[in-house]
């Protein structure tokens, strides 16, 4: 079973639509002159940072939730791979020379 990991890449729609949010992109060079409220203009440009959908937040958000059911299904995987390998904690450490080199303290 391979991990599907697509969903945790950031897409070009998705830089796209949060650019399409962004102050840049929507506020007027001058917005009180134009008519805007300072609270519309502080609305806007938080609104591309911390809105429900595409936003900055938002994308952070999803991808963690993918990241985290990308590992926990990586972990399950794993698990069910070691369900019968058996670790015996009393075996004293393996001495192994590679090169003349001892990985491992001799007694």
Not at 56 to 76: I, Q, R, Y
Request: hydrophobic share 35%; glycine share 4%.
């Amino acid at each position: 079973m391979a991990l599907n990991l697509t969903q945790t890449r950031v897409s070009n729609s998705e830089k796209q639509e949060i650019v399409d949010k962004s102050p840049e992109s929507v506020l007027p060079l001058n917005p009180t002159a134009q008519g805007w409220t300072g609270q519309a203009i502080k609305r806007q440009l938080s609104i591309y940072v911390t809105d429900e959908q595409a936003s900055v937040l938002a994308l952070v958000a999803n991808k963690f939730d993918n990241v985290s059911d990308a590992l926990g299904a990586l972990e399950t995987l794993v698990d069910s791979k070691n369900s019968g390998v058996h670790y015996d904690d009393d075996l004293p450490p393996v001495n192994l020379r590679y090169n003349n080199l001892t990985y491992f303290d001799e007694d």
